[in-house]
């Protein structure tokens, strides 16, 4: 049936396609549409579109805004003190450097290991004084509180190691004697 209805068409093709429909059709037609009112303002779709656009650039607003924030007043105290716990241990370390550096230089002894290491942990302290200023948190002040101690507990070790050799000079003196 569907083959017999496709050749009537193809065989009477121009017959259909000469034809116009009258003028008042198409208004049969529209009339017999259900009636629309106009577009309410809340289902349009440019408010939507603008409600979204306000809310991606409040969300970018908000995350870097964040990122930037100043610190709050407990951030700062904790600053602050740390501030005081640096300004401590560096005095401390720079003192007994300066000894590790005079009894150097007095006995002719180079650089060794432990000396080394400070100048590392030197150049890490300064890597996490920089993250501290950019985003100060509890974890990098932590991390700048290890770094000064080690440095301290390594200094310590090389002044042990270097009042030892002395102790055993002095004890080789007294037997000599």
Do not use: C
């Not at 005079?102 to 006995?107: A, K």
């Not at 890490?124 to 000064?148: F, G, H, T, W």
């Not at 310590?156 to 102790?167: A, E, R, T, V, Y």
């Amino acid at each position: 049936m569907k083959d017999s209805l496709e050749k009537f068409v193809q065989k009477n093709r121009e017959a259909f396609d000469d034809q116009m429909p009258p003028e008042n059709v198409w208004g049969k037609i529209e009339n017999a549409l259900p009636k629309t009112s106009k577009q309410i303002f809340w289902n349009s779709v440019y408010l939507w579109r603008a409600a979204a656009i306000i809310f991606f650039g409040l969300s970018a607003y908000l995350l870097i805004s964040k990122n930037y924030s100043r610190p709050n007043k407990q951030e700062i105290a904790e600053i602050q003190g740390f501030n005081d716990l640096e300004t401590y241990y560096s005095s401390q370390i720079s003192e007994k450097m300066d000894m590790v550096h005079r009894y150097q230089s007095s006995t002719g002894l180079t650089e060794d290991e432990i000396t080394q290491n400070l100048k590392k942990l030197e150049a890490m302290y300064l890597v996490l004084k920089d993250e501290m200023k950019r985003k100060p948190s509890q974890d990098v002040r932590d991390a700048l509180v290890l770094n000064l101690l080690v440095r301290i507990d390594l200094i310590n070790q090389q002044l042990n190691k270097l009042d030892k050799p002395d102790s055993s000079k002095l004890t080789e003196k007294k037997i000599q004697s």
